[in-house]
């Protein structure tokens, strides 16, 4: 039930492709020594938080064919993410509703994986 089925090699190779941009953007986005996130309202980083999860959930989720597998390894990631911001990287705190933030981004590309999968042929 959460697995998405095997598809062409063009179109899996498309998908690997995606999923590595997506996930190397992630990695600079959380582990960059400085980061200042500006925007026209105050709940921006939020957003941006939603986004570094769900975009790389979602194009794991499709490159490797299992909902399940993208959302452990992002739903494990977001909390180990925020512990490594505010122990180990200088200028970076880490904050709660951040991680409650990125596992709603993992939630919403999960959703959106489920949804958007082929269904079964008879």
């Known amino acids: 039930m959460t697995s998405i089925p095997r598809r062409s090699a063009p179109v899996t190779w498309l998908a690997t492709s995606a999923a590595v941009v997506a996930v190397v953007a992630q990695l600079l986005a959380l582990y960059w ?5 500006e925007g026209p309202v105050t709940w921006t980083d939020k957003v941006v938080h ?13 490159a490797v064919g299992s909902v399940r597998t ?10 180990v993410s925020e512990l490594v ?9 880490g904050d709660v509703w951040d991680a409650v933030v990125d596992l709603v ?7 959106l994986l489920v949804v958007r999968r082929p269904s079964p042929r008879w």
């Not at 981004?105 to 959703?111: D, K, N």
């Open 70 to 79: 993208a959302v452990l390894v992002f739903a494990l990631h977001a909390p």
């Open 105 to 111: 981004g993992v939630a919403l590309a999960a959703a």
């Open 50 to 62: 939603v986004l570094v999860f769900a975009v790389p959930t979602y194009a794991v989720g499709r």
């Open 33 to 37: 020594p400085v980061v200042t996130v």
């Open 85 to 93: 911001q505010h122990f180990a990287l200088p200028g970076r705190t």
